[in-house]
């Protein structure tokens, strides 16, 4: 079944642990994003990459880290966790090499507990 | 900066009441608009689009939008809403000008409906 996928469902981390939020689409989506969505403060864009090769950062980068070896994967890094990171974080795709089409597709979902 | 302004952070409705939910966004050039629904526990789906022409659009379980340019809104509405429309709700603006295709999403409004 098309779509994306995330991994793990859930996680408890202790403070200062490394962790890497896993994503994977086989839409063959050029453009993948990574959001954290807290309450109160809607869905924020932490990095994105619009094609394989090449990230960018969003509106709050710091403390995160991302990779884009190939079309299908975009992991999430976090280098030394920080309880201000927990979380629930989701990645998305989608096709914008046409600009007017420029639906995202959310995977599931990551929820992130740092002690 | 750019930036999307849900009014409602909680609205509470009985069965077959009718609804509306305010949008705002602040850009003065082109932008795609979008409704995305989170249901308990699930990821964001799409609900409805505009990207050009009818700037009434209707989306999925009989819910629709209007864009009005001069007001900088797309307001989601629905007729007679059920239980099952109990869920997050989360307006979402591009900006053309992006072809990375980053969405900046509203604060999101919970609704709740009383059976």
């Known amino acids: 079944i098309a779509g994306i996928t995330q991994a793990p469902t859930s996680q408890i981390l202790a403070a200062g642990r490394r962790m890497t939020l896993r994503c994977t689409q086989d839409?063959?989506?050029?453009?993948m994003y990574w959001y954290r969505q807290d309450l109160g403060l809607g869905l924020r864009l932490i990095h994105y990459s619009n094609t394989a090769g090449t990230t960018g950062k969003g509106e709050v980068p710091d403390g995160y880290s991302v990779s884009r070896a190939n079309t299908d994967d975009f992991p999430l890094t976090l280098a030394s966790a920080v309880p201000s990171q927990t979380s629930v974080y989701f990645c998305?795709?989608?096709?914008?090499?046409?600009?007017?089409?420029?639906?995202?597709?959310f995977g599931p979902g990551t929820r992130l507990t740092v002690l | 900066a750019q930036s999307v302004s849900q009014h409602n952070h909680h609205v509470i409705l009985s069965e077959a009441a009718s609804l509306e939910l305010g949008c705002n966004y602040s850009y003065g050039g082109t932008v795609n608009l979008l409704w995305y629904v989170q249901y308990p526990g699930q990821h964001l789906q799409l609900l409805l689009k505009?990207?050009?022409?009818?700037?009434l659009v209707k989306g999925i379980k009989g819910f629709e939008a209007e864009f009005i340019k001069s007001k900088f809104s797309f307001n989601l509405r629905k007729p007679s809403v059920q239980w099952s429309d109990t869920a997050e709700y989360f307006c979402?603006?591009?900006?053309?000008?992006?072809?990375?295709?980053?969405?900046?999403f509203g604060q999101g409004t919970e609704l709740s409906v009383k059976p």
């Open positions: 979402a603006v591009t900006l053309i000008y992006n072809q990375g295709g980053k969405l900046i």
């Open positions: 998305a795709s989608s096709d914008s090499r046409t600009k007017l089409h420029n639906e995202q597709f």
């Open positions: 505009y990207f050009s022409g009818d700037p």
């Open positions: 839409m063959r989506h050029n453009a």
